[in-house]
């Protein structure tokens, strides 16, 4: 959430700021109802002195010789109990001007860091590097993953479809040991790293999704449970973040890395047509999270760490990568500044995303209230929180079917991988 202060103060910029994200967002709304609901303060505040005055003054007065029942006392009384009245109607009026300033500012997203490329889509995207060209294949012959998962008996979507509906998968024999060996060891290279593995709730409600950004804004991108305040949650970024809402952390122990593994659930609403075969866009995936909570002053240092945790695994496994640094008009609602990661996919001849890797600043701190106390000084401080993909489970395996994909239909598995799995091909 954008501090009210700001926008109060720096309406222009922060105006500005929007815009390089579209021309959807507009603050003049809330500066308007700010301006009313301060006005409404500032005469609540001055009748309530008013009202002190007079509840002191009274007593003062009787002591003084004033008849209790004469028409001075009593003007005092009408005035107060008039007073009470007013304060009484102001109140309400406040409270709904801060709930519809709230609506406001939920729905507003993050501003762009300084360092963000100014652009309008993907495609002002900026590739930062490129990693492992070497180990592009050669092979002309690749078929797309799903159709080689398929031949080797290790994906069926048909019998996924059945249970379920389109865009689930249904993973056997070595296909769940390879998904299960993917997700150990990318644990396993991100606790060697310095993150500490949590398995958190895998329904969150409603606060938790509102806290990290996704709610108001992508309802209809969840799960809900219709019986329950809960939902599925769209990625371990969620209950991880909110493992610290509405606490007050000590500055010496920052920073925090969490590390977890979740099956995540998305409706992927709006998006039909697209990717409708294979691993890249499913309802159910599983995915190994990277959560950090650090200093404002070290946020950015954490970022640019963040994303090289991710590259190892990438590297590890000699999956040909790049780095994309995005615009402003492509940030996710909540991100000030982003990293994709996007595996190459041989079938489609395309680098396509499997991580993405962001500073979100204070701005999810400021909705789920996660602050920290340093001792030499008053009052507390937003965190900053930052989150990456470490990585997209079911786009890392097809990206391994694809790329380690050879002549004869055999699969092999990456040299780091295959003490996970116990085999050298598939």
């Known amino acids: 959430m954008l501090d009210i202060k700001q926008i109060r103060d720096n309406s222009q910029l922060v105006q500005e700021g929007l815009n390089t994200r579209g021309n959807n967002y507009h603050i003049q709304p809330i500066v308007d109802l700010d301006k009313q609901q301060r006005e409404l303060e500032a005469k609540r505040n001055q009748l309530q002195a008013r009202s002190n005055e007079i509840a002191k003054s009274i007593p003062e007065k009787i002591k003084a010789g004033n008849d209790p029942k004469g ?196 409706r992927e609403a709006g998006s039909y047509g697209r990717d409708m075969r294979g691993l890249i866009r499913l309802h159910q995936f599983n995915k190994v999270e990277l959560v950090k909570f650090v200093h404002p002053s070290t946020s950015f240092e954490e970022l640019e760490k963040l994303v090289g945790n991710v590259e190892a695994i990438l590297q590890a496994l000699q999956l040909p990568y790049r780095v994309i640094e995005l615009c402003s008009g492509d940030l996710g609602f909540s991100a000030a500044k982003t990293y994709d990661l996007e595996v190459w996919l041989p079938s489609s001849q395309k680098y396509r995303e499997i991580s993405s890797c962001s500073n979100f600043m204070d701005f999810q701190a400021r909705r789920a209230q996660i602050r920290f106390k340093e001792s030499s000084k008053k009052g507390t401080q937003l965190v900053h929180t930052l989150n990456g993909s470490g990585l997209a489970v079911g786009r890392t395996m097809a990206a391994i079917l694809e790329n380690y994909q050879q002549e004869d239909g055999t699969v092999q598995i990456p040299k780091a991988l295959q003490p996970y799995l116990g085999r050298e091909v598939l």
């Open 71 to 266: 028409s001075e006392i009593q003007a005092l009384r009408d005035e107060g109990s008039a007073i009470k009245t007013s304060i009484g109607t102001l109140e309400p009026q406040e409270k709904d001007l801060t709930v519809k300033i709230n609506e406001l500012l939920l729905a507003l997203p993050n501003l762009p860091s300084d360092s963000t490329p100014i652009g309008e889509s993907e495609e002002d995207n900026v590739e930062v590097r490129r990693w492992g060209d070497e180990y592009i294949p050669q092979n002309p012959h690749i078929l797309p993953h799903w159709e080689i998962g398929e031949k080797l008996g290790i994906l069926n979507f048909e019998r996924a479809v059945k249970v379920a509906q389109s865009r689930f998968v249904t993973l056997i024999g070595a296909g769940a040991a390879l998904e299960r060996a993917l997700i150990q060891f990318m644990l396993d290279r991100q606790i060697a790293a310095g993150y500490v593995e949590v398995i958190p709730p895998f329904l969150v409600n409603t606060e938790s999704l509102t806290a990290t950004g996704q709610l108001p804004k992508f309802t209809e991108e969840s799960f809900k449970c219709a019986a329950d305040d809960l939902w599925l949650t769209p990625t371990a970024e969620v209950p991880v973040t909110n493992l610290y809402r509405g606490e007050i952390l000590a500055a010496e122990d920052l920073p925090i890395y969490h590390c977890a593994y979740t099956p995540c659930f998305r």
